[in-house]
């Protein structure tokens, strides 16, 4: 992540300790992969027409995860790209 992080995240970091926002030596980047990695299953990225399902789901699981994605793979999405 931090290969992503412009100038501005950079400086927003000793905001959010002084703020108060976060505990001293919240580690924010784990903490946001770990969140992401439980929330996220599956994607469809429409401009590489590629369709994406996590490794780490249990195959039981993953019917759903394509069926969830599957519609906007299809065509259709309810949100236009």
Known sequence: MNDD?????VMQEPK????GLLPK??????FMIDL???QIAGLY???????YVADWI???DQRMVMAHE???CAGGSAFPN
């Open 58 to 60: 249990h195959i039981e």
């Open 5 to 9: 992080k412009d100038a501005a995240d």
């Open 45 to 51: 990225d429409p401009k590489a027409h590629e369709f």
């Open 70 to 72: 599957f519609d906007p």
């Open 36 to 38: 992401l990695t439980e």
């Open 16 to 19: 959010r300790g002084s703020l």
């Open 25 to 30: 030596g919240f580690d924010l980047d784990s």
